[in-house]
């Protein structure tokens, strides 16, 4: 795990900012929050180097872009040596439709939130693929029916 760093009020207030509209102008974020430009600039630096800040992405919309069906898919292994895990995490890291991927606690071994265009889509991937892949000894799919809250920003 990874040390959590210290973030003061104004550094919240930043990452707060940068949350809701990561392209604003550096002007329009020191405006906002209160602080010179210059004073802005500096910390951003500082985040960005302590790894706070990664990459900054525009979100798309599902629906639009043809892949508006979730379905959240837990995984069982038949095998559960480091060489089986890695293999199967390289096949999810692979996938473009797999989004996010958990090893998880309990009665099965990974949690997939799977994006695709409709459920024939789904059902390639589950059977040509997923179930295909010799590490995978079962799946249980949930389609959601609806999406009722979505984020990605944390809270600070």
């Not at 209160?34 to 960005?48: D, F, K, M, N, P």
């Not at 439709?97 to 090893?103: A, N, R, T």
Request: proline share 3%.
């Amino acid at each position: 795990m990874s040390e959590t760093i210290h973030l003061d009020e104004v550094d919240r207030r930043i990452l707060r900012a940068l949350q809701d509209d990561a392209g604003m102008s550096q002007a329009a974020l020191a405006d906002k929050i209160g602080v010179s430009t210059a004073s802005c600039w500096r910390r951003i630096q500082a985040l960005e180097a302590s790894g706070v800040l990664r990459k900054a992405v525009r979100l798309l919309d599902a629906h639009r872009v043809g892949r508006g069906v979730n379905v959240l898919c837990h995984v069982r292994m038949n095998s559960h040596s480091p060489d089986s895990r890695g293999a199967f995490e390289r096949f999810v890291t692979d996938r473009p439709e797999v989004m996010e991927c958990y090893s998880m606690s309990g009665e099965w071994d990974y949690l997939l939130r799977v994006v695709v265009a409709d459920v024939a889509d789904y059902e390639r991937f589950l059977m040509r693929d997923l179930l295909a892949h010799p590490r995978v000894a079962t799946a249980s799919s949930h389609f959601a029916l609806s999406q009722v809250k979505y984020t990605t920003a944390l809270p600070l």
